[in-house]
């Protein structure tokens, strides 16, 4: 199998194995888990966003504020997105806040913040995949190790969230298999056109964590706020902090070789 085989056999396995196997994990949940498991997914977009995605942009660029403004802007644009999104789905409708559902949902809103961000994220790691592959077989097979090991904690988040915004199983399961294209995308065309795709990799990885700040900060937190009782804050503190923990330890496994 030549290097391409190998690039489009590990962004395939990596994005599909991922959405599988996090689907596994989510789907066993109750229903009336998810809203508490919420606050591990809002632990796992900021752990993600903070401890993986900006380090490895802000490692890699050579203008920090540059990577900075890309992050304010990108959420400033996931802000603008949104409102597009609400103002098309309530237009004419008396509407003020954030409405949610009977049964907690919030229109997919928060679903797709967070399905954009993915794709953005999936993107570059068929980026990252590819040109590991291109350098040598063995350090693309240690990335696309890791890129998996890393996508499932996030994929669960992903799920968790986009039934949290009303979408059923099924649907969860295909909008997130369908975002999981990109990382094939993101491989073919860095392996086409490395060089001028590589440049644009921190813009990617910012746009991703801005995603995923907006929607953990944004969308997911205040919904947290509806249970104000000390127990309840507790214990969401505590699931959000073994979200980050999550993430830490997944990733202190993946870029241990």
Known sequence: MGTLGYITAASVLGGLLSVVLAAAVSFAARPQWVGVLISFAIGALLGAAFLEVLPHAFGNAADLRTVSATVLG????????????????????????????????????????????????????????????????????VTATAVIAHEIPQEVGDFLILLHSGYSKARAFALNLLSSVAMLVGALLAYFALQAVAGWINTFLALAAASMIYVAVADLIPSLHRRPALAATGQQVLLIALGVAMIWLVGRLAHAD
Do not use: C, Q, T
């Open 74 to 141: 990108g959420i400033l644009a996931f802000f603008v997105l949104e409102k597009l999104v609400l103002w098309r789905h309530f237009h004419g409708d008396d509407y003020e806040g954030h409405a949610h559902h009977a049964d907690g949902s919030d229109h997919g809103r928060s679903g797709l913040m967070i399905l954009i961000g993915d794709a953005f994220h999936n993107f570059v790691d068929g980026v990252l995949i590819a040109a590991a592959f291109l350098e040598s077989p063995a350090l693309g097979i």
